[in-house]
T-cell receptor, first 113, second 108 residues
């Protein structure tokens, strides 16, 4: 399995608080992605990164920001969490060969009360 | 964005049966991936198959890019095949779009 970890794995927070989720990889892959998974929607892309300090928005980026200061770390921040951001968040990485075969982390379950 | 539709949404099989899952997509793509999400939530790569046919054990996949669909075949299903199967395709900007999945339950 690709070396991808996510932290925390579970988090409960209150509406209006900031939250940061971390994705860490040991594969030196160029591309990193943040998705959310909700019932009835499959996985939807929030943001992705194609290199250090190079990021772009995905399908559902409103209310989220990201940062990538090192190849191995990709942070997802909810500046002011809302109940609609209750979800399971997955990080993914893909390689440098151009085929973009994605590997996923174990996921973070976030509950916003 | 690219529309990705999967069918059927739900499937219940007796152990040992065969099945075919379908993924339709709305635009030309140069990449298509199939994933299995097990009952514990882990997403596992099955195939990277932009075109043609690939096989891996009891699973095989075929993508007909010109007709914008892909099929995942599961033969001699086992209870460990249960879970949700997703296909995903990227746009030209490497944003991936997932279907809503096929939920498979294999009964012993």
């Amino acid at each position: 399995d690709a070396g991808i970890t996510q932290s925390p794995r579970h988090k409960v927070t209150e509406t209006g608080t900031p939250v940061t989720l971390r994705c860490h990889q040991t594969e030196n892959h160029r591309y990193m992605y943040w998705y959310r998974q909700d019932p009835g929607h499959g996985l939807r892309l929030i943001h992705y990164s194609y290199g250090v300090k190079d990021t772009d928005k995905g399908e559902v980026s409103d209310g989220y920001s990201v940062s990538r200061s090192k190849t191995e770390d990709f942070l997802l921040t909810l500046e002011s969490a809302t109940s609609s951001q209750t979800s399971v968040y997955f990080c993914a990485i893909s390689g440098n060969s151009g085929n973009f075969f994605q590997f996923f982390g174990p996921g973070t379950r976030l509950t916003v009360l | 964005g690219i529309q990705v539709e999967q069918s059927p949404p739900d499937l219940i099989l007796q152990e040992g049966a065969n099945s075919t899952l379908r993924c339709n997509f709305s635009d030309s793509v140069n990449n298509l991936q199939w994933f299995h999400q097990n009952p514990w939530g882990q997403l596992i790569n099955l195939f990277y198959i932009p075109s043609g046919t690939k096989q891996n054990g009891r699973l095989s996949a075929t993508t007909v890019a010109t007709e914008r669909y892909s099929l995942l075949y599961i033969s001699s299903s086992q209870t460990t095949d249960s879970g949700v199967y997703f296909c995903a395709v990227p746009n030209t900007g490497n944003q991936f779009y997932f279907g809503t999945g096929t939920s498979l339950t294999v009964i012993p």
